[in-house]
Nanobody, 124 residues
Framework: QVQLVESGGGLVQAGGSLRLSCAVSGRTFMRYGMGWFRQAPGKEREFVAAINWRGSSTYYADSVKGRFTISRDNAKNTVYLQMNSLKPEDTAVYYC?????????????????WGQGTQVTVSS
């Protein structure tokens, strides 16, 4: 059974940083692309960042480009999201997900397994 477990969320002031982690089990992690999404109250889940199977290619939403960095450690079956210069509009539940392909995907429906989410709250 595939499981994804996020951690690292919390409350931070605007301008601060957080590092999210997502540990994956039950799947050959290194074969698949990974992504981070977020969902704010009353809004649809939106793409944040994605990384290919090898970690050689990344892609970001315009809203986080230059502030967030996605990375992965295939030896630890873990993907990370380093979030710097956080803004109140970054407040959301953040989800990691794995897609069934090796490359970059930005659409929610391209991902087949999801974590339970971790809350990130940025105060002004």
């Amino acid at each position: 059974q595939v499981q994804l477990v996020e951690s690292g969320g919390g409350l931070v002031q605007a301008g601060g940083s957080l590092r999210l982690s997502c540990a994956v089990s039950g799947r050959t992690f290194m074969r698949y692309g990974m992504g981070w999404f977020r969902q704010a109250p009353g809004k649809e889940r939106e793409f944040v960042a994605a990384i290919n199977w090898r970690g050689s290619s990344t892609y970001y939403a315009d809203s986080v480009k230059g502030r967030f960095t996605i990375s992965r450690d295939n030896a630890k079956n873990t993907v990370y999201l380093q979030m710097n210069s956080l803004k109140p509009e970054d407040t959301a539940v953040y989800y990691c997900a794995t897609n069934n392909l090796a490359g970059i995907r930005v659409v929610v429906t391209d991902y087949d397994y999801w974590g339970q989410g971790t809350q990130v709250t940025v105060s002004s």
